[in-house]
C-alpha cells in the first residue's frame, strides 16, 4: 500500500510544480541576496574611476561600458526582488537620465543594513517605518544643502560648470572638452520659452580620428549617400515623403494582352508620363531636395536629374520625424506637391565627407535652431558608445537645470553630511525605528566608501577623515580623487556638483525600491508553462 505524501496548503492548491517560500529565512533573506548579487556587479563602475564592463546580450552584441542604466537593460535579469531595484533605476534613467548606478547602491546598502536589523529581531515593519521616517527627514534636509544655484541658463560658462561631474564618471579626463561641446549644443536648440526638449541634441557617431576631432552641426547629419546626381543645393525647400519615390502599383494584379510594339510602347509610357507630371508640379513649387522614406526609383531618378532635384533617401522613420521638425516640414503619404506650409526649409543641404564616410548635411545657420547634432569621432566603436552615453547624461542634466537650477556638492560630501545629520536625528526617536534610522544614515557611507574603492585608496581612513570635517561644520567637504591618498577637498571649490533634483528622486527611487523588497513576506511562483524542452535536433533551424 502507497503512502500519500501530504502537500503543504499552497501546493494542494495549485497545479503541480509550485513552489512557495515564505517567512524571513526563505523569503527575505533571499530576496535581500539577489539584490545584493545585482548591486555588487554594478558597484565597481561607479565614480571617474568606475571599471568598465563587458556585456555581451542575447544577440551577441558587444556592449564596453561603466553605464548603469546600459548594462541593466542588456543584462536581462530575471529575479523578480532584483526587477524592483532595477525598475526604480530606470525610473530614475526616464526622471532625470542620470543617477541610475547611484540609486542601485543606495537601495542595495539599505537592505544590507536591514538584513542585520532583522538578523537582531526588529520586525520587517519597523524596519520600513525606521526607512521611510528617515527618508522623509533626508528629502527635507537636501535643500538646506544647496551649495550653488545656476542663474543664466544662456551663460555656456555657467552651464558647463554644471555639466562637468556629469560627464566626467563616464568619460573621466575629457571632461572639459565634452562638457563645453555638449553645453554649445544644448544653448544652440534651447528655445526662447524655456522648453528644452532632449530630442533635439542628436549624436552622429562616425570611425576615425579622435574624440577631440568631434564637432556640431547645426542641423541633422545623415551617414547617408545621394541618390541621384544632384549634391548641393543651397537654399533649400524641402519636399518630405513618409513613401517609396516610385510610381504606385495598382492594388489588384490584372492581365494584360499586348498585340504589337506600338501598344507595349504605350503601355509604358503611361507610368512615364504620369512619374514626369508628378516630379514636374513638385518642382514647380519651388522644391529642390526631396527626402522620401522608402525606395527611389531608377526613372523617378531619371526625372529628379531632369528638374535638378536632390534625392537623399532616409530608411528611419525616426530620422525622418526629426527632419521634419528640424525644418518645419510635413511628411507626405502619397507623391503630391507640397503646399507652401508643408515644405520644409533649410539654408543647405550638401554631400560632404567626414573622415571616409559620406554624409548628408542639412545645414541650419539661424539663431532658433530646432535640432543639433554632434558628430562623434572615436577608434573603436565602444569608445564612441561610452561617448555618446556621457553625451545623453550631459543633455539630460542641462534638461534638469531647465527645471530647478539648485546644485549640491558632490564627491560624497552631501552624502556625508547626510548620514551625520540623520544619524543625530535618529537618537531623538523613542522606539525601535531608532536604529532602523541609525543605519539608513549609514548606508550613504556606500557612496564615498565605493569611490574609495575604485580609486584604490583606504575606504574607512577616508570616511573618518569626512565624518571629522563634517562634524566641524564644513559641509562641502569630499572625496579629492585626484589627491595623495585618501584626501579630502571642498568640492564647491573643486567645482564638483551634483543636480538637486538628480539625487532627490534618487533618494526617493531607492528607498521606496527598499522598502519594497522588504515588504514581501511570500514567494510564490506557479510552475511554468510549456511541456519538456526539446531534444536538441542538428536539422531544426534557430527558432
Not at 254 to 281: C, H, P, R, Y
Not at 305 to 314: A, F, G, S, T
Amino acid at each position: 500500500m502507497a503512502l500519500s505524501v501530504p502537500k503543504s496548503m499552497i501546493q494542494s492548491m495549485m497545479k503541480d510544480g509550485a513552489k512557495s517560500f515564505r517567512g524571513l529565512e526563505e523569503a527575505v533573506y533571499r530576496n535581500i541576496e539577489a539584490c545584493r548579487q545585482l548591486t555588487k556587479i554594478l558597484q565597481s563602475s561607479y565614480g571617474p574611476n568606475g571599471m568598465n564592463k563587458m556585456v555581451i546580450n542575447h544577440l551577441d552584441k558587444l556592449f564596453v561600458t561603466n553605464d548603469a542604466a546600459t548594462m541593466l537593460r542588456e543584462l536581462e535579469v530575471q529575479h523578480p526582488a532584483a526587477k524592483m531595484l532595477l525598475f526604480a533605476s530606470q525610473m530614475q534613467e526616464q526622471e532625470m537620465g542620470d543617477g541610475t548606478n547611484w540609486v542601485l547602491m543606495f537601495a542595495g546598502a539599505l537592505l544590507n543594513s536591514a538584513e542585520e536589523l532583522l538578523k537582531m529581531g526588529l520586525s520587517p515593519a519597523e524596519v520600513i517605518e525606521g526607512y521611510d521616517m528617515a527618508c522623509n527627514k533626508a528629502l527635507e534636509i537636501l535643500p538646506e544643502l544647496v551649495s550653488y544655484t545656476v542663474k543664466d541658463l544662456r551663460d555656456a560658462k555657467e552651464v558647463a560648470k554644471a555639466m562637468r561631474p556629469v560627464v566626467a564618471s563616464k568619460q573621466y579626463g575629457n571632461e572639459e572638452f565634452l562638457s563645453e561641446l555638449i553645453t554649445k549644443a544644448c544653448l544652440s536648440v534651447y528655445p526662447a520659452n524655456g522648453q528644452f526638449n532632449v530630442d533635439n541634441v542628436r549624436v552622429q557617431k562616425i570611425m576615425g580620428s579622435g574624440i577631440y576631432s568631434s564637432d556640431i552641426v547645426n542641423g541633422m547629419v545623415f551617414k547617408r549617400f545621394v541618390e541621384g546626381d544632384v549634391t548641393k543645393v543651397t537654399d533649400a525647400k524641402i519636399c518630405v515623403l513618409s513613401c517609396p519615390l516610385d510610381s504606385m502599383t495598382t492594388e489588384t494584379k490584372g492581365t494584360v494582352l499586348i498585340k504589337n510594339s506600338e501598344e507595349l510602347m504605350n503601355f509604358s509610357k503611361g507610368e512615364e508620363d504620369l512619374l514626369d507630371s508628378q516630379i514636374k508640379a513638385i518642382a514647380e513649387t519651388g522644391c529642390n531636395v526631396i527626402v522620401t522614406g522608402g525606395k527611389a526609383a531608377d526613372m523617378a531618378l531619371h526625372f529628379c536629374n531632369k528638374y535638378k532635384i536632390m534625392v537623399v533617401r532616409l530608411m528611419s522613420k525616426f530620422d525622418l520625424r526629426r527632419l521634419c521638425r528640424a525644418t518645419q516640414a510635413t511628411a507626405l503619404p502619397r507623391i503630391t506637391p507640397p503646399t507652401p506650409e508643408e515644405a520644409g526649409k533649410c539654408d543647405s543641404v550638401a554631400l560632404a565627407e567626414i573622415g571616409d564616410t559620406p554624409v548628408v548635411i542639412f545645414k541650419q545657420d539661424r539663431e532658433d535652431n530646432a535640432v543639433a547634432t554632434i558628430v562623434i569621432r572615436g577608434s573603436t566603436t565602444n569608445i564612441m558608445d561610452d561617448i555618446e552615453r556621457a553625451v545623453d547624461d550631459g543633455v539630460n542634466c542641462f534638461k534638469a537645470l531647465t527645471r530647478d537650477g539648485r546644485m549640491l556638492s558632490g564627491a560624497g560630501a552631501v552624502e556625508m553630511e547626510l548620514a551625520q545629520r540623520i544619524a543625530s536625528y535618529g537618537q531623538t526617536v523613542p522606539g525601535l525605528e531608532q536604529y532602523a534610522i541609525k543605519k539608513y544614515a549609514e548606508a550613504f557611507e556606500i557612496v564615498p566608501r565605493t569611490m574609495a574603492e575604485n580609486a584604490g585608496v583606504k575606504a574607512t581612513e577616508l570616511i573618518s577623515n569626512l565624518y571629522a570635517a563634517h562634524n566641524n561644520g564644513e559641509k562641502n567637504i569630499g572625496f579629492n580623487i585626484e589627491g595623495e591618498g585618501s584626501a579630502t577637498q571642498d568640492s564647491l571649490e573643486a567645482g564638483v556638483l551634483d543636480a538637486f533634483l538628480v539625487k532627490y528622486w534618487a533618494i526617493k527611487f531607492s528607498s521606496n525600491a527598499a522598502s519594497t523588497v522588504l515588504r514581501v513576506d511570500q514567494i510564490i511562483m506557479a510552475k511554468q508553462a510549456g511541456g519538456p524542452k526539446p531534444k536538441t535536433n542538428p536539422d531544426w533551424d534557430e527558432d
